[in-house]
Nanobody, 125 residues
Framework: QVQLVESGGGLVQAGGSLRLSCAAS????????MAWFRQAPGKERELVSA????????HYADSVKGRFTISRDNAKNTVFLQMNSLKPEDTAVYYC??????????????????WGQGTQVTVSS
């Protein structure tokens, strides 16, 4: 079993930055594909970014390319999402997710086996 705990959310003005962290415990973190999803009120949960077990493969949604950076530290069992140039439309609950499979990138929600509880990100205009 894998437990995921997100942190780093908050309120920020448009153009600002936040760094989200997701700490994992349980099954070997270094073997997992990790991802960040987000869900805005009234909208479906969407994939923001994913990173392969080694960190060598990355995936970003078109809406965040050039602004967000995903990374991981396998020694610390943690994945990060650096969010720059934030926009009001980035406002959502951000979730960390883990996938045991080797296929990359896993684009569908149902491909992910473990989820965190989410952290709120609010961007004011």
């Amino acid at each position: 079993q894998v437990q995921l705990v997100e942190s780093g959310g908050g309120l920020v003005q448009a153009g600002g930055s936040l760094r989200l962290s997701c700490a994992a415990s349980g099954r070997a973190f270094s073997s997992l594909t990790m991802a960040w999803f987000r869900q805005a009120p009234g909208k479906e949960r969407e994939l923001v970014s994913a990173i392969s077990w080694s960190g060598s493969s990355l995936h970003y949604a078109d809406s965040v390319k050039g602004r967000f950076t995903i990374s991981r530290d396998n020694a610390k069992n943690t994945v990060f999402l650096q969010m720059n140039s934030l926009k009001p439309e980035d406002t959502a609950v951000y979730y960390c997710a883990a996938d045991h499979r080797l296929h990359f990138p896993p684009l569908l929600i149902e491909e992910y086996d473990h989820w965190g509880q989410g952290t709120q990100v609010t961007v004011s205009s």
